[in-house]
């Protein structure tokens, strides 16, 4: 198993990135996934969920309306749009797999990738 973040960088307030996370080594179109940030010296937030065909998304309260999480199963890519940027967006961003029982919750650290460094700021 095998996911891979890029997308990362530095953009300033309001400004937008957009991750990328390519799968391998399983049916990604069997998996349920999700997105997971980690601040300096804080504890993992789970950020955003989608199920296996994409058609049911969830978000987290602090990103709702301003981040979009998608799929393509034919790439074996999921991806997070991420507008609006604010500085508290600031952290590691990793891409994992789930399960419908964990959509709302931060999956094992066994089922992240290696993360890609997102930081807000001017």
């Known amino acids: 198993v095998q996911l891979v973040e890029s997308g990362g960088g530095m953009v300033q307030p309001g400004g937008s990135l957009r991750l990328s996370c390519a799968a391998s080594g399983f049916t990604f179109s069997s998996y349920y996934m999700a997105w997971v940030r980690q601040a300096p010296g804080k504890g993992p937030e789970w950020v955003s969920a989608i199920n296996t065909s994409g058609g049911n998304t969830e978000y987290a309260g602090s990103v709702k309306g301003r981040f979009t999480i998608s799929r393509d199963n034919a790439k074996n890519t999921l991806y997070l749009q991420m507008n609006s940027l604010k500085p508290e967006d600031t952290a590691l961003y990793y891409c994992?797999?789930?399960?419908?029982?964990?959509?709302?919750?931060?999956?094992?650290?066994?089922?992240w990738g290696q993360g890609t460094q997102v930081t807000v700021s001017s």
């Open positions: 994992a797999r789930t399960s419908p029982v964990l959509f709302y919750t931060v999956p094992p650290r066994d089922s």
